[in-house]
Nanobody
Framework: QVQLVESGGGLVQAGGSLRLSCAASGRTFSSYGGGWFRQTPGKEREFVAGITWSGVSTYYADSVKGRFTISRDNAKNTVYLQMNSLNAEDTALYYC????????????????????WGQGTQVTVSS
C-alpha cells in the first residue's frame, strides 16, 4: 500500500525558511505526480504546489508563487517543498499527496485528483 510520510515542519520566525519532505513508498514513485496542500482550523484544505511525474511541470498557488519551490528526487522517492520568506499566513498543517493516476502531464490543483495523503506536518510562523 502507498504510504506518504512528511517531515520538516516546525516553528520559524517570519522571514525564515523551512524545507518539507515527503517520502513515498508502496508503488513506483517516479510514475506519479505529487502535490502539497495546507489547512488551517475552520478552513478547507487548499492547494499550495504541485509537480508532474516527470518533474517537468510545476504549479503554485498565487499566495506562495516566488517564495515556495516544489521539487522531486526520484532516486529517493521524495518530494520536497522549499519555503522561503515565510509569513504568519503560511501557518498551517501541510499535507503531501500523490496523484491517483500515473503519467498525467499536468499539475492537479483539486484534492480529488490525489489518491494518497500523508498525515501532515505542522508549520508555524511567528511574527
Amino acid at each position: 500500500q502507498v504510504q506518504l510520510v512528511e517531515s520538516g515542519g516546525g516553528l520559524v520566525q517570519a522571514g525564515g525558511s523551512l524545507r518539507l519532505s515527503c517520502a513515498a513508498s508502496g508503488r513506483t514513485f517516479s510514475s506519479y505526480g505529487g502535490g502539497w496542500f495546507r489547512q488551517t482550523p475552520g478552513k478547507e484544505r487548499e492547494f499550495v504546489a504541485g509537480i508532474t511525474w516527470s518533474g517537468v511541470s510545476t504549479y503554485y498557488a498565487d499566495s506562495v508563487k516566488g517564495r515556495f519551490t516544489i521539487s522531486r528526487d526520484n532516486a529517493k522517492n521524495t518530494v520536497y517543498l522549499q519555503m522561503n520568506s515565510l509569513n504568519a499566513e503560511d501557518t498551517a498543517l501541510y499535507y503531501c499527496a500523490q496523484r491517483l493516476k500515473s503519467y498525467i502531464n499536468y499539475v492537479a490543483m483539486e484534492s480529488y485528483e490525489y489518491g494518497y495523503w500523508g498525515q501532515g506536518t505542522q508549520v508555524t510562523v511567528s511574527s
